[in-house]
């Protein structure tokens, strides 16, 4: 299984944003983690999608990431 972990910032509709665009890009969330980051208002996401290519895609096209990796869980 494979995951997208980014760091982004830590405000406000920040998640739901990106939340929205995979949504009506058509790319499904199965789950997702949040937790703060260790830069101030920074926070970082790990999102499994049933399209990693389309998410990050589309992440990068509509986002400034400060980091975008891809993560495979055994």
């Not at 999102?47 to 869980?73: M, P, Q, S």
Request: proline share 1%; net charge negative; aromatic share 6%.
């Amino acid at each position: 299984s494979t995951v997208i972990a980014i760091d982004i910032d830590d405000t406000p509709g920040c998640l739901a944003k990106i939340v929205e665009k995979l949504k009506n890009g058509g790319v499904s969330i199965e789950y997702t983690y949040a937790f703060l980051g260790r830069e101030h208002n920074s926070a970082q996401v790990v999102l499994r999608v049933d399209d990693t290519e389309k998410a990050e895609k589309l992440l990068k096209e509509y986002f400034t990431i400060k980091t975008l990796n891809r993560i495979v869980i055994c």
